[in-house]
């Protein structure tokens, strides 16, 4: 069991949050953001100077995709959690990002009420779910937007606000009080204005989490080949709301029970 400490930091923008942790990175300390967005793990640039290079991928996000280099990690550290020869990203700006490639082998306990992050613990989960990864590792949730549209979401951990699709906010504009224009910058790096909307009170398996923060974006082209149609990405504001546990392993997931002894 290795529990973690989680700061709480504003985004570039100041318009959201995000979750940060200490990794040990072939034995050096990186700050890095809790992504369960991001199908793998990044490093900054100035960490990843003394790793052997691993070429380019295309890295995608909700505004657009680039070409980013990839390096070899010897280990990344977590606790007493450790992976060994980890091909990751290279992020040219800010911190790095701990991905769904190191995450989806454990057990994941988030109780953001505390600000922790617990890996392969057995705290109670009073009511259990099936959990479906499809390949990239997204971990989708069902949810019925303002008690009447039902929406399929991703849980991002590392995104700073929740994004929802522009489709539905154009045919259900009734839900959605606007909220101004952001600049905002995704995982690629892509920086661009999108409009603000507040997300409606929504609810997962009868648990309600109130509005929140939301940018508008086409999020078609952030849906690789075989994942499933998702029209929102639930991100930190809204996840903030509850405490989770995803056992990536058993596959399932449900909401930590409020007295769930560590």
Do not use: Y
């Amino acid at each position: 069991m290795t529990i973690v400490p989680l700061t709480i930091e504003a985004d570039a923008e100041g318009d959201g949050f995000v979750p940060v942790l200490p990794v040990t990175v072939a034995g050096r300390e990186v700050r890095m953001v809790l992504d369960t967005g991001a199908a793998r793990t990044s490093v900054p640039a100035g960490d990843a100077t003394a790793f052997e290079d691993a070429g380019t991928s295309t890295v995608r996000g909700a505004l657009g995709q680039v070409d980013a280099r990839s390096v070899l990690v010897p280990s990344v550290r977590l606790g007493e959690v450790e992976v060994t020869g980890l091909t990751a990203g290279v992020r040219a700006d800010g911190d790095g990002l701990l991905g769904m490639d190191v995450l989806r082998r454990h057990r994941l306990d988030l109780r953001t009420s505390s600000r922790e992050l617990e890996l392969d613990g057995d705290a109670a989960v009073p009511e259990v779910h099936e959990l479906t990864l499809p390949s990239r590792s997204h971990v989708f949730l069902e949810l019925v937007l303002g008690g009447q549209t039902d929406a399929l979401a991703v849980w991002d951990t590392g995104a700073s606000v929740s994004l929802v699709d522009a489709g539905i906010v154009a045919s259900r504009p009734e839900l959605f009080r606007p909220a101004g224009i952001s600049t905002g910058t995704d995982a690629a790096g892509v920086s661009a204005s999108s409009e603000m909307v507040m997300l409606p009170t929504f609810t997962i398996f009868g648990r309600r989490f109130a509005p929140s923060l939301a940018a508008v974006v086409d999020l078609a082209p952030m849906r690789p080949d075989g994942d499933p149609e998702f029209t929102v990405i639930l991100g930190w504001p809204a996840i903030a709301q509850a405490d989770w546990s995803f056992d990536f392993r058993a596959g399932r997931w449900g909401f930590l029970a409020e007295d769930a002894p560590r």
